[in-house]
């Protein structure tokens, strides 16, 4: 009689979409597969990639948390694996809170996958302060499921251990481990030239606040090849729909706002899926700005990379890892990208490399996961199953008119406009039956307001970016 086999592991992981979830354009905008920023999947992605063994099976949870799931979490699932990124800071305060609820009702292990503070380029933590009591009972409630809690950086590491915390360990950012425990990365050239291709990133917060506007705009002068990769949901939207209900995204210093000349030149792009990501960035010869996760994704593409902080949450994973960064703040303003691609050194980046993989490897273990690299196949049949997937090409700037560009746009708004509808139809019939019969009725000159809910809101994403478009322009 021979020994039934173990039963696979069933890892929940904390993530926005699996890797292998694929999606229109129009319905991953619509339902928010990256949690408003696409770096969130870069990190989510390669979590998932480490965790799949030949003993493990990685599930997708979603990234929005529902503390009533825990029944159904604790039945189903062997251990919540929860990557983060800048979690401890005040924005995020509710959604740490429910994620704290959901803890303290499990019964399995929860493992935290290098989460970070936010604050400035200073580590200072006076802004935290409010929220120290979330943060206190968030962590406590972690490290009653598991050995241990694993951090970002320097700074969250010391800004826990001022709380009293002693089981904190510094393993950076899953991202950095999606090909295992070698980083290879050269410059392809000696220099960068007009004709280099260079990709560029940064959030409406560097761009508005911190002069990297004019950063890009000197940039886009000197290189006719120069790219802007965005990363939030709005930026999205403006790429797609040419319009967003965010109000930064008025912010017309952005490349991708419409008036911006990036926008009308089509050098915007945005990615809902990281594979397609890191390989359009394959053929660019540097990658610079603001954003962390948008600069790790060069990397990834073996590009060489330099990172321009704003804060600690960038600060602290660029020193960890030895990634080529200057302080913005320290930056001119009139900086020659070629200046940023001579002075990157990538020594302590690669010869560092397999000692902090190591270390992420050994937090793993220590709190009962193991890895692809060590128990596994190295990740070779998830990029398989990758590889094998249609995925949708970039978000790229709406400029054209042509009908095969529109169709797919016009598909996904006449869906939308018969599941308004219909789920209109429901509500109605639910109302009559609780109030008796409703009636809608359009008095002379109230004119839309007062149409049924479904058609206006139909009628409003339908009709404002279609009209932009095809007005005609003025002289």
């Known amino acids: 009689m021979t020994d039934e086999p173990a039963r696979q592991k069933r890892v929940l992981l904390r993530s926005g979409k699996s890797p292998f979830d694929v999606a229109s354009l129009e319905q991953s905008l619509h339902r928010d597969v990256f949690a408003t920023n696409a770096g969130n999947l870069i990190f989510s992605d390669a979590a998932h ?6 003993r493990a099976e990685v599930f997708s949870n979603g990234i929005r948390t529902d503390p009533s799931a825990a029944a159904r979490i604790n039945e189903e699932f062997d251990v919540f694996v929860v990557p983060l990124a800048n979690a401890f800071r005040p924005t995020f305060e509710r959604p740490l809170k429910r994620m704290t609820q959901l803890i303290k009702k499990l019964r399995i292990p929860v493992v935290v996958l290098g989460v970070g503070a936010q604050a400035d380029l200073r580590y200072n933590a006076d802004r935290l302060k409010p929220m120290e009591p979330t943060v206190r009972e968030f962590v406590s409630a972690v490290l009653d499921h598991s050995a241990s809690i694993g951090v970002r950086g320097e700074f969250t590491e010391q800004y826990l251990k001022n709380m009293g915390f002693r089981d904190v360990e510094v393993i950076g950012c899953p991202s950095m481990f999606m090909h295992g425990e070698t980083f290879t990365l050269q410059k392809k050239a000696e220099s960068l030239t007009a004709e280099s291709r260079i990709s560029v990133n940064g959030s409406h917060s560097a761009v508005r606040s911190h002069g990297l506007d004019a950063i890009i705009r000197q940039a886009h002068a000197r290189y006719p090849h120069l790219r802007f990769v965005g990363q939030n949901l709005l930026e999205a939207e403006l790429l797609h729909w040419r319009e967003t209900a965010n109000p930064i995204g008025a912010q017309t210093s952005m490349p991708t706002h419409p008036s911006h000349p990036m926008y009308q030149e089509g050098k915007v792009r945005i990615y809902v899926d990281p594979a397609t990501w890191i390989e359009e960035l394959r053929a660019f010869d540097f990658s610079f700005g603001s954003r962390i996760h948008g600069n790790i994704a060069a990397l990834l593409a073996g590009v060489p990379s330099t990172v321009l902080c704003s804060d600690s949450r960038t600060l602290e994973l660029c020193r960890y890892f030895g990634i080529p960064h200057r302080k913005i703040s320290e930056t001119p303003k009139n900086i020659d990208p070629a200046e940023l691609y001579e002075a990157a050194d990538f020594s302590e980046l690669v010869n560092g490399h397999k000692e902090r993989f190591l270390r992420f490897t050994g937090f793993m273990e220590k709190n009962g996961l193991e890895n692809t690299f060590h128990h596994g196949d190295r990740g070779k049949a ?94």
Do not use: C
Not at 49 to 54: E, F, G, I, S
């Open 382 to 475: 998830f990029d398989a199953q990758l590889a094998k997937l249609a995925l949708p090409p970039a978000v790229r700037p709406w400029t054209g008119t042509d009908p095969d560009e529109m169709s797919s746009r016009f598909s996904f708004m006449k869906h939308r406009m018969d599941e308004l509808a219909e789920q209109n139809a429901l509500l109605l019939s639910q109302l009559q039956k609780k109030a008796g019969p409703v009636n809608i009725k359009v008095q002379p000159g109230q004119g839309a307001a007062a149409l049924p809910s479904a058609y206006r809101r139909a009628r409003r994403v339908v009709g404002r970016p279609v009209r932009r478009l095809l007005r005609p322009e003025s002289n």
């Open 49 to 54: 990639k480490l965790l799949t063994t030949p």
